[in-house]
């Protein structure tokens, strides 16, 4: 369990720092929140973010599969969106860190 504590502490933290995509990040917390028996209740933001994102490719793989045209026009309104939650996102990420923190 401090493993995957340590490693969503790490996450959120790139996202702070912007050294990691947003969108990406989120998807990576929620997938790892699943392992926690009692994730902090800031999860609930990042799961609704992810699931009303779930349209937008972020994986090469995943972009590789989408026409030029339709994923320029998905990673615009996938900015569109990032940029209006943004804050929630970076404020979710401050609050599982304190909360897995003194866990640890």
């Known amino acids: 369990m401090e493993e995957i504590q340590t490693k969503i502490i790490e996450i959120a933290t790139q996202i702070i720092n912007k050294e990691i995509d947003l969108l990406e990040g989120c998807r990576t917390l929620v997938y ?3 392992e926690l028996t009692e994730p902090p209740e800031a999860f609930f933001v990042l799961r609704g973010i992810d699931s009303e994102t779930d349209i937008f490719p972020i994986a090469p793989a995943e972009r ?8 320029s026009r998905l990673d615009r309104e996938k900015n569109e969106y990032i940029s209006l939650v943004k804050e929630e996102i970076i404020e979710a990420c ?3 860190i304190t909360s897995l923190s003194t866990d640890l």
Do not use: N, V
């Not at 590789?64 to 994923?71: F, M, N, P, T, V």
């Open 32 to 34: 790892l929140q699943r």
């Open 94 to 96: 401050r609050e599982i």
């Open 64 to 71: 590789k599969q989408w026409a030029s045209e339709a994923l």
